[in-house]
């Protein structure tokens, strides 16, 4: 069974902190893994990374994948109060064809206190 | 605009009656998917469909149903078969099934 597991599960840090999320996974296929960021309701794409070592950016926010150890990181610099919210990492295992498998983890809730 | 819309945003019904969640896309995306999200839990794939009249089950699909009868639209229904309906269910969309998904603003369906 495909498993991802994301830590810590909740993380309170001050407004300028620099954060580090985690996400490790077994998968038995691996094409891609995404991460998400969730306010209220809708998750909002963030990053879709297929390839070891390639540092994603976009503004404050970077993630990178190593696909030997299994695990990604997704950094959050210079923390804002904006950045509040459920991290969702999920990843794709789906083998071709019409087999599609995205699984989940249960999500990192960080809050930035100002 | 572009986007992915659920209605409702919350929904009640009694335990026993099937209750039908619409999803409607406006983004030309061949893919939809429907999960379900339970506190301190992540999200759970009920079911997907890659084309029009074509959906298969995801990880959770029992006691749902779903239907595609046009690209824009993948309503779920839930049926009284669902031992525990109560939950978050976020609909999704995307341009190929190993594509980023977009996701609507979800309803809360709560079974009193």
């Known amino acids: 069974e495909d498993k991802v597991v994301q830590s810590p599960l909740s993380l309170v840090v001050h407004e300028g902190d620099t954060v580090t999320l985690n996400c490790s996974y077994e998968v038995t296929n691996f094409r891609s893994l995404l991460w998400y960021k969730q306010e209220k309701k809708a998750p909002t794409f963030l990053f879709m990374l297929?390839?070891?070592?390639i540092e994603k950016k976009s503004g404050r926010l970077s993630s990178i994948l190593d696909k030997k150890e299994l695990f990604s990181i997704l950094n959050i610099t210079a923390t804002q109060t904006g950045d509040s919210a459920v991290y969702l990492c999920a990843v794709d295992g789906s083998s071709g064809g019409s087999n599609y498998k995205l699984t989940f983890g249960k999500g990192t809730l960080l809050t930035v206190n100002p | 605009d572009g986007g992915i819309t659920q209605s409702p945003k919350y929904l009640f019904r009694k335990e026993g009656q099937n209750v039908t969640l619409s999803c409607e896309q406006n983004l030309n995306h061949d893919a939809m998917y429907w999960y379900r999200q339970d506190p301190g839990q992540g999200l759970r794939l009920i079911y997907y469909?890659?084309?029009?009249?074509?959906?298969q089950k995801g990880d959770i699909a029992e006691g749902y149903s779903v239907s595609r009868e046009k690209k824009e639209s993948f309503p779920l229904t839930v049926t009284s078969a669902q031992k525990n309906p109560t939950a978050f269910y976020l609909c999704?969309?995307?341009?190929?099934?190993?594509?980023?998904?977009?996701f609507g603003q979800g309803t809360r369906l709560t079974v009193v």
């Open positions: 999704a969309s995307s341009m190929y099934h190993n594509t980023e998904a977009f």
């Open positions: 469909s890659q084309i029009v009249n074509d959906f």
């Open positions: 297929t390839s070891s070592g």
